[in-house]
C-alpha cells in the first residue's frame, strides 16, 4: 500500500509549496512579533488600538515564539495552525477593544481587514499542510526503502558464514551452518561443525 505521507513530511525534505509558505510566514510571523514588542505605541496607534501596548507586546512575544518554531521543525502544520489561533485572538481583541474618540475614523476597519487576510492564508497554509502530510489516523510511513539490516544489505552478506553453533546445538540440517572443502570437520562433531583455530 502506498505511504500517505509525502516525502516532503520527512526532515531535511520539506520542498512543498506549501512547507515554502510555511517558512515565508515564520520569518513574516518573527518579523511583526520584533515590531509589536519593539513599537508596540506606534503598533496601537496605526491599528486604532491605543491604550493597549501591553496587550501588543504580549502578542509580539507570541508571534516571535510562534515563528521560530515554524522555522526550528521539519513539520510546521501544528505551528502554522498555532497561527490560526492567534489571528483569532487577534480579531477579538481588535473586535471588543474601546474605540479612542480621538484615533482617525475607519483605522479598526483597515486593521480588521488585514487580520482577515493573513488569517486565510495561514489556514489555507495549514490547511494545505495537513492534506499533504496527513493526520494521526490516516499518515503511514513508507518503509519501502529500508531493507532490516542497521549496516545495508552489502554488509549482512556472508555474516553467518562464520556463525558456529554451540556443541549442544538442537536443530534441522539446513539450519547448520555449510562446511567448505578446506575446513576440517571435528571428530565425532555432527555434519556441519569445524575445527575452531586457535
Known sequence: MASLVPRTAWSGRSR?????????LGYF???????EMAAPRA???AAGLEGQEALV?????REV???????????ATPWIWTRVAGDALDIGTVVTA???????????PWTLAALLC??????????GLTSEKGGRKTAAADYRDRSGFPKGVQAARGAARNFQPPRDFIGPEAMRPQQSEDEPRLAGAPSGATATPR
Do not use: F, Q
Open 65 to 75: 515564539a510562534n515563528g521560530v518554531a515554524i522555522l526550528a521543525s521539519h513539520d
Open 118 to 127: 493573513v488569517t486565510a492564508i495561514d489556514a489555507l497554509c495549514a490547511s
Open 29 to 35: 510571523s518573527i518579523a511583526l512579533g520584533i515590531a
Open 98 to 108: 474601546p474605540t479612542n474618540r480621538d484615533a482617525a475614523p475607519g483605522r479598526k
Open 43 to 45: 503598533i496601537c496607534r
Open 57 to 61: 507586546r504580549a502578542y509580539g512575544a
Open 16 to 24: 512543498s509549496l506549501h512547507d515554502e509558505m510555511a517558512r515565508g
